[in-house]
């Protein structure tokens, strides 16, 4: 099964875990509904539409209110090193959470005592904080976008906003950019750089690029790396593997992207249900390929 | 656990940075630690006096170390009590600077401002935020919230509600913007 474990931007919703549907656009779970703007909920909303269209189950998630106190990561992070112990997860995602070095190391103590290993997917600030722990390696998958990539290539930056000047995104530096956070040991097993071209890559370098459908107003729409990351998690749970899957989820993310006919001023939640068609589409155009 | 079994572990545990989620703030005397500290205590916050490290030292001084993601909310507080510090630094690398590269992308009728990780766009004409994206912590998504389909000058900063790193950046994004779009 896969978890997402994140968190609402209201500092009152508490800490809820349980499957999560898909209501109308808003994501439900135990009972309480969310809007999908950005963040977690966009996630969890492009995991259930790509698990839709592939006949998988609804994730489970692990979520709480948090607006950047880090009280409700805590509280989350607490939760979590009690509960894991007791769920057998094959895939978990960690994404919106207050980096905090501790908490993470308790977290990776539970999970390295796993029986099997789940694969193990870090976005948005559980990301970070597997780097600034320099545990980047225990993970399978990043999903930086072209700054925090340039944060993963510093080795000396605890966080994206001291990542030294030469090293700040250009996308003609984005081979070198992989190479530098591998070489310190500062990436996943494999990375899924998102930004103009989307790049998948590993240790031995770029394994692949995926530009078109090419949307230049989807850099500016809050949430499309939180679909992408929901997107491949949800093909990755299917039984896809890595490096396949990301592939796939950056061509998915792109085309739905491309169905919303976007503007700068579009947001995301009017591109994820565009979601099942893009899969459709890509996967007719697969088939198509091999036959 | 076999027989190198806890030289595994003391290498796993070797390869952590256990302070790379620190900062150091730095005051103009040690008057002005013994009140932060005592401040940033009473408001729940976990951090310590210490000495500085050798590339910040100026002298007999002393430094408080706290959570480098809240730096925000902290150097705020901090503000607002009248003893505002004079540096905040990594602890894994004190010499680092926060970022101060904009880099600004015009899609024609929306410009968008990036500073670090945080991208911030508007509408050009009726100055409207439109969106806001990048960024890992937990006050983007509530920022992005708070900010998008206010008119820029009308907006509540992130500086007045966000609490982290990831906020400042858009603190950084958002003062550039308004440097572009509402001066003349």
Request: negative net charge; hydrophobic residues 40%.
């Amino acid at each position: 099964m896969l978890a997402i474990v994140g968190t609402v931007p209201n500092p009152d919703f508490p800490m809820v875990t349980g499957k999560v549907t898909l209501e109308n656009g808003d994501i439900l779970i135990q009972g309480r509904r969310v809007t999908v703007k950005r963040g977690t909920p966009a996630l969890l909303a492009a995991t259930i539409k790509t698990g839709e269209a592939l006949g998988q189950k609804e994730p489970y998630a692990y979520l709480i209110g948090d607006i950047g106190s880090g009280e409700g990561s805590q509280r989350l992070y607490q939760y979590l090193v009690k509960d894991l112990k007791q769920k057998n997860f094959n895939n978990i995602v960690f994404h919106y959470l207050q980096p905090h070095i501790g908490w993470h190391s308790r977290i990776q103590s539970v999970i390295q005592k796993m029986t099997s290993k789940p694969i193990l997917i870090a976005d948005a600030g559980f990301m970070y904080v597997a780097k600034m722990s320099g545990r980047s390696s225990a993970y399978d998958l990043f999903t930086p976008d072209l700054g925090e990539l340039a944060f993963l290539a510093d080795e000396l930056a605890p966080h994206p906003f001291y990542t030294r000047g030469f090293l700040l995104h250009e996308e003609n530096r984005v081979p070198d950019l992989i190479a530098r956070a591998y070489q310190h040991g500062n990436a996943a097993r494999y990375l899924l750089v998102k930004g103009e071209k989307d790049y998948i890559a590993n240790k031995d370098g770029i394994q692949a690029v995926i530009d078109s459908p090419m949307e230049e107003a989807m850099e500016a729409i809050g949430g499309t790396g939180d679909t992408l990351s929901g997107i491949v998690a949800a093909l990755i749970s299917f039984g896809m593997e890595l490096k396949e899957a990301a592939t796939m989820a950056a061509q998915v993310n792109r085309l739905a992207g491309f169905y919303a006919h976007p503007s700068p001023g579009t947001q995301v939640s009017e591109i994820i249900p565009h979601i099942p068609k893009a899969l459709e589409d890509i996967l007719k155009e697969q088939r198509e390929l091999i036959q | 656990m076999g027989t190198f079994g806890f030289l595994k572990k003391k290498s796993e545990d070797s390869a952590e940075n256990h302070n790379g989620d620190r900062g150091f703030l730095v005051f103009e005397n040690t008057s002005e630690v013994i009140q932060a500290e005592n401040l940033l205590k009473k408001k729940g916050w976990e951090i310590r006096v210490m000495g500085p490290p050798p590339e910040i030292r100026t002298g007999c001084d002393l430094v408080i170390e706290f959570p480098l993601i809240e730096e925000l909310k902290i150097t705020k507080t901090l503000q607002e009590a009248g003893i505002p510090p004079l540096q905040t630094v990594p602890v894994s690398s004190p010499l680092l600077k926060p970022v101060n590269l904009f880099q600004t992308k015009d899609f024609g009728k929306y410009l968008m401002v990036q500073a670090a990780n945080m991208k911030l766009t508007v509408d050009k004409e009726s100055l409207t935020i439109v969106n806001i994206s990048g960024g890992g912590c937990p006050d983007v998504p509530y920022l992005a919230e708070q900010m998008v389909g206010k008119v820029l000058n009308q907006a509540p900063s992130p500086l007045e509600i966000g609490h982290t790193l990831c906020g400042y950046a858009l603190q950084l994004a958002y003062e550039e913007m308004k440097r572009r779009c509402l001066q003349s």
